[in-house]
């Protein structure tokens, strides 16, 4: 019982898909969408923990921003996606994404056994590798 929903109903408990890539608009006026919500779902194991913990955090940077600004606007708002598409998770999303899109039944095979945990070492290897070559 937090205080903020103290004597509150949901408007509504049901389940429903987890995305499948990530949306295509996170923020706007007064507005930021973290996690699944945001669609940030990993393709290959179907987690989000992580990816919305990073969001979270990337979303508290711009909102500290925007409040020593005072303003909440979509610009102001803006470093929120910004950073966010240049992070590991969204790099890994969108790439998975794009590769199991059209084959659904590799996710549920790599989903079942170890090959998840390999593709995204080395991904993140391969990722380490090109900034490294290629400073930003």
Do not use: Q
Request: charged share 20%; proline share 7%; glycine share 10%.
């Amino acid at each position: 019982n937090h205080p903020l929903t103290k004597g509150k109903e949901p408007v509504s408990s049901r389940p429903g898909m987890i995305p499948a890539r990530p949306a295509s608009a996170i923020h706007g006026d007064n507005c930021m969408v973290v996690g699944d919500a945001a669609g940030l779902v990993d393709p290959v194991t179907g987690g989000g923990i992580h990816s919305a913990l990073k969001s979270g955090e990337l979303a508290a940077r711009a909102c500290h921003g925007a409040l020593k600004k005072g303003k909440y606007d979509a610009e102001t708002l803006s470093l929120y996606p910004r950073s966010l598409k240049r992070s590991t998770e969204y790099l890994w999303i969108r790439f998975w994404g794009t590769v199991f899109r059209p084959l659904p039944f590799l996710t549920f095979h790599i989903h079942r056994g170890c090959y998840a945990r390999i593709l995204r070492l080395n991904f993140a290897l391969s990722l380490w590798l090109y900034e490294r070559k290629n400073p930003a």
